[in-house]
C-alpha cells in the first residue's frame, strides 16, 4: 500500500495530459501578463490593511525590516518555484510539483492545502475590499442597510453582500478567459502601482523624524496563559516571544507573510503561458521583487509620516494622511485600495480553480470538473462552483477568522515545494531545466527553514484548525481519491497512459 502512495507522474506524462483536447487550456500569456498578474495580487491587503496592524502591535517602524525578512523568506522559495514552473509546465502548481518528485499522496495533500489557502484567500480579500467600499460610500452619505455591510467586530446576524457580489462578478470574468483577465488585471495593477507610488512620494514630504524613535520598539512580553492566543513557539519551549523588540519583527514578519503571497499564483498559470519556461521565472522573480521593494517603501514612509502607537488598523495609509491635515489623499488611497484589492481577489480565484481542475483531471477529485469549456477554454465548472462556495464564505465570515489560516497554508506549500526540487534534482537529473535553482540544496534547505521558522510563530490556534482541514483531506483521498486516481487506474490497465492530442 505504501508504494502506491507514494507513487510518481513523470513529468512527461503530465505534460502529455495537457494535450487532450477537453481538458487543454489555451496558452495565451506572456511574460509581462504574468509578473502584471504576480504584483496585481502581491500588492494588496499586505500595503493597505496589514501594515498598521504589525506596526502597532509588533514592530513599530521596524516594520520594514518584518517585510524584508518575510521578502527574503519568499525568495528562497520563489527561486525553487522558478525551477519547478520552468520544468513541469502544468497547472497546479505546488501540487503538480509535488505530484513529479514526492508521490500522490504528498500531491493530494499540498493540494488540498492549496484549496484551502486560495478560497480563504479570496474571502479576506474581498472582506477587506468590502470594507473599503463602505468607507468611500460612508464619505459620500451613503451608508449600507444594517445586517448587508461588513461583519468584522460585529455580533448580530449579517452577510457582507458586497464581498460576495465581487467574487461572483469575479468568477464570470475568469470564465469568460484568461486574455480577458490579463487585460483587467493590467489596467487595475497600473491604477494600484500609481496608488502606491503617490503615497512613497507624497508622503516621504511629510516624514518626521522623531516618529523613527525608538526604530525598534521596548520589547513587552506576552501576556502568560494564553496558550492558543500565543505563537506555538510557548506551547513547544515553555515561552512566549515578546512582542516589539527583535522578537517582534520576526512575529511581524509571520503576520505581513500574507501580504506576499501571490508569486505562487502565478505558477498555477504555467499551462496557460505561451512559453513557461522563459516566462514563469521572470514573472515569479520579478513580480516578487518590484512588491518587495514598494512594500519596503511604504512602511518606512507610514511609520515616518505617523507615530506606531498611533496608525490605524482599518485603513493605516488612508488616515495617516488624513492625521498630517492631507484628507484628499486619504480619498485617493481608499479609491486606490478598493480598485486594487479587487486583482488579489481574482487571481487568489485563478489559482484555486487550477489547482482543483489539476487534481481533476489527475482523478483525485471528480472528472467532471476537468473538462474546459467549448468555446473559452477555461475550466469553467471548477470556476462557477469555487466562486458560489467562496462568495457565501466571504459574506458570513469576519476576516480576523481567517487571515492566519492562510499564512500557514502558504508556508507548509513552500516547504513541500523545496523539498521537492531536491528530490527530482536527484530522482531525474536528465530533466531539461530552462531555469535552474543556484546552490542546491543549500537554497532549498534554507527556504525549508525561514517557513518552518515563521510557522512556528503563528498562532497554536492557527495549527489546530490546521491540523483539522488536512484531517479531512486524508478522510477524502482514502474514501476517494485513492482509487479513482488516474494514475492507478493506468497502473492496473483500466486507462491506457495519454499519448498526446487526443483523450485515451
Given at each position: 500500500?505504501?508504494?502506491?502512495?507514494?507513487?510518481?507522474?513523470?513529468?512527461?506524462?503530465?505534460?502529455?495530459?495537457?494535450?487532450?483536447?477537453?481538458?487543454?487550456?489555451?496558452?495565451?500569456l506572456?511574460?509581462?501578463?504574468?509578473?502584471?498578474?504576480?504584483v496585481?495580487?502581491?500588492?494588496?491587503?499586505?500595503?493597505?490593511?496589514?501594515?498598521?496592524?504589525?506596526?502597532?502591535?509588533?514592530?513599530?517602524?521596524?516594520?520594514?525590516?518584518?517585510?524584508?525578512?518575510?521578502?527574503?523568506?519568499?525568495?528562497?522559495?520563489?527561486?525553487?518555484?522558478?525551477?519547478?514552473a520552468?520544468?513541469?509546465?502544468?497547472?497546479?502548481?505546488?501540487?503538480?510539483?509535488?505530484?513529479?518528485s514526492?508521490?500522490?499522496?504528498?500531491?493530494?495533500?499540498?493540494?488540498?492545502?492549496?484549496?484551502?489557502?486560495?478560497?480563504?484567500?479570496?474571502?479576506?480579500?474581498?472582506?477587506?475590499?468590502?470594507?473599503?467600499?463602505q468607507?468611500?460610500?460612508?464619505?459620500?452619505?451613503?451608508?449600507?442597510?444594517?445586517?448587508?455591510?461588513?461583519?468584522?467586530?460585529?455580533?448580530a446576524?449579517?452577510?457582507?453582500?458586497?464581498?460576495?457580489?465581487?467574487?461572483?462578478?469575479?468568477?464570470?470574468?475568469?470564465?469568460?478567459?484568461?486574455?480577458?483577465?490579463?487585460?483587467?488585471?493590467?489596467?487595475?495593477?497600473?491604477?494600484?502601482?500609481?496608488?502606491?507610488?503617490?503615497?512613497?512620494?507624497?508622503?516621504?514630504?511629510?516624514?518626521?523624524?522623531?516618529?523613527?524613535?525608538?526604530?525598534?520598539?521596548?520589547?513587552?512580553?506576552?501576556?502568560?496563559?494564553?496558550?492558543?492566543?500565543?505563537?506555538?513557539?510557548?506551547?513547544?519551549?515553555?515561552?512566549?516571544?515578546?512582542?516589539?523588540?527583535?522578537?517582534?519583527?520576526?512575529?511581524?514578519?509571520?503576520?505581513?507573510?500574507?501580504?506576499?503571497?501571490?508569486?505562487?499564483?502565478?505558477?498555477?498559470?504555467?499551462?496557460?503561458?505561451?512559453?513557461?519556461?522563459?516566462?514563469?521565472?521572470?514573472?515569479?522573480?520579478?513580480?516578487?521583487?518590484?512588491?518587495?521593494?514598494?512594500?519596503?517603501?511604504?512602511?518606512?514612509?507610514?511609520?515616518?509620516?505617523?507615530?506606531?502607537?498611533?496608525?490605524?488598523?482599518?485603513?493605516?495609509l488612508?488616515?495617516?494622511?488624513?492625521?498630517?491635515?492631507?484628507?484628499?489623499?486619504?480619498?485617493?488611497?481608499?479609491?486606490?485600495?478598493?480598485?486594487?484589492?479587487?486583482?488579489?481577489?481574482?487571481?487568489?480565484?485563478?489559482?484555486?480553480?487550477?489547482?482543483?481542475?489539476?487534481?481533476?483531471?489527475?482523478?483525485?477529485?471528480?472528472?467532471?470538473?476537468?473538462?474546459?469549456?467549448?468555446?473559452?477554454?477555461?475550466?469553467?465548472?471548477?470556476?462557477?462552483?469555487?466562486?458560489?462556495?467562496i462568495?457565501?464564505?466571504?459574506?458570513?465570515?469576519?476576516?480576523?477568522?481567517?487571515?492566519?489560516?492562510?499564512?500557514?497554508?502558504t508556508?507548509?506549500?513552500?516547504?513541500?515545494?523545496?523539498i521537492?526540487?531536491?528530490?527530482?534534482?536527484?530522482?531525474?537529473?536528465?530533466?531539461?531545466?530552462?531555469?535552474?535553482?543556484?546552490?542546491?540544496?543549500?537554497?532549498?534547505?534554507?527556504?525549508?527553514?525561514?517557513?518552518?521558522w515563521?510557522?512556528?510563530?503563528?498562532?497554536?490556534?492557527?495549527?489546530?484548525?490546521f491540523?483539522?482541514?488536512?484531517?479531512?483531506?486524508?478522510?477524502?483521498?482514502f474514501?476517494?481519491?485513492?482509487?479513482?486516481?488516474?494514475?492507478?487506474?493506468?497502473?492496473?490497465g483500466?486507462?491506457?497512459?495519454?499519448?498526446?492530442?487526443?483523450?485515451?
Amino acid at each position: 500500500m505504501s508504494s502506491t502512495l507514494f507513487r510518481t507522474k513523470k513529468v512527461e506524462q503530465s505534460i502529455l495530459d495537457t494535450e487532450e483536447p477537453e481538458h487543454a487550456l489555451k496558452k495565451s500569456l506572456s511574460a509581462l501578463d504574468l509578473t502584471v498578474f504576480g504584483v496585481g495580487v502581491i500588492i494588496g491587503t499586505g500595503i493597505f490593511v496589514l501594515t498598521g496592524t504589525v506596526a502597532k502591535d509588533n514592530a513599530g517602524p521596524a516594520t520594514a525590516l518584518a517585510f524584508v525578512a518575510a521578502g527574503i523568506a519568499c525568495a528562497l522559495a520563489a527561486l525553487c518555484y522558478a525551477e519547478f514552473a520552468s520544468t513541469v509546465p502544468v497547472a497546479g502548481s505546488a501540487y503538480t510539483f509535488s505530484y513529479a518528485s514526492l508521490g500522490e499522496l504528498p500531491a493530494w495533500i499540498i493540494g488540498w492545502d492549496l484549496v484551502l489557502e486560495f478560497a480563504l484567500g479570496t474571502a479576506v480579500v474581498a472582506v477587506g475590499w468590502s470594507g473599503y467600499i463602505q468607507s468611500l460610500m460612508e464619505n459620500a452619505g451613503w451608508v449600507m442597510p444594517a445586517g448587508l455591510g461588513s461583519r468584522e467586530g460585529a455580533d448580530a446576524f449579517g452577510f457582507d453582500i458586497l464581498a460576495a457580489a465581487l467574487v461572483l462578478v469575479l468568477t464570470g470574468i475568469l470564465v469568460l478567459g484568461m486574455k480577458l483577465s490579463a487585460r483587467i488585471t493590467s489596467i487595475v495593477v497600473a491604477i494600484k502601482v500609481t496608488v502606491v507610488l503617490v503615497v512613497i512620494i507624497a508622503g516621504a514630504f511629510l516624514i518626521k523624524g522623531d516618529n523613527y524613535d525608538p526604530f525598534i520598539p521596548k520589547e513587552q512580553p506576552v501576556e502568560a496563559g494564553a496558550s492558543l492566543d500565543s505563537p506555538l513557539i510557548q506551547l513547544m519551549f515553555g515561552w512566549a516571544p515578546s512582542n516589539f523588540g527583535v522578537m517582534g519583527i520576526f512575529t511581524a514578519a509571520s503576520v505581513v507573510f500574507f501580504a506576499f503571497i501571490g508569486f505562487d499564483v502565478v505558477a498555477t498559470a504555467a499551462e496557460e503561458t505561451k512559453n513557461p519556461q522563459r516566462d514563469m521565472p521572470r514573472g515569479i522573480l520579478g513580480s516578487l521583487l518590484i512588491c518587495t521593494t514598494l512594500y519596503v517603501l511604504v512602511s518606512i514612509v507610514v511609520t515616518g509620516m505617523q507615530h506606531y502607537s498611533e496608525l490605524s488598523v482599518d485603513a493605516p495609509l488612508a488616515d495617516a494622511f488624513k492625521a498630517t491635515g492631507h484628507p484628499w489623499f486619504a480619498g485617493f488611497i481608499s479609491f486606490g485600495a478598493a480598485v486594487g484589492l479587487t486583482t488579489v481577489c481574482m487571481i487568489l480565484l485563478l489559482g484555486q480553480t487550477r489547482v482543483f481542475f489539476a487534481m481533476s483531471r489527475d482523478g483525485l477529485l471528480p472528472r467532471f470538473f476537468s473538462h474546459v469549456h467549448p468555446r473559452f477554454k477555461t475550466p469553467h465548472r471548477p470556476t462557477i462552483l469555487l466562486g458560489v462556495i467562496i462568495a457565501i464564505l466571504a459574506g458570513f465570515t469576519p476576516l480576523t477568522e481567517l487571515a492566519a489560516l492562510v499564512n500557514i497554508g502558504t508556508l507548509f506549500a513552500f516547504v513541500v515545494v523545496a523539498i521537492g526540487v531536491i528530490i527530482l534534482r536527484k530522482s531525474r537529473p536528465d530533466l531539461p531545466r530552462a531555469f535552474r535553482t543556484p546552490w542546491v540544496p543549500v537554497i532549498p534547505i534554507l527556504s525549508v527553514c525561514a517557513s518552518l521558522w515563521l510557522m512556528i510563530n503563528l498562532p497554536a490556534e492557527t495549527w489546530v484548525r490546521f491540523a483539522i482541514w488536512m484531517a479531512a483531506g486524508f478522510l477524502v483521498y482514502f474514501l476517494y481519491g485513492r482509487t479513482h486516481s488516474r494514475l492507478a487506474r493506468r497502473e492496473s490497465g483500466e486507462e491506457q497512459p495519454s499519448v498526446g492530442g487526443g483523450t485515451p
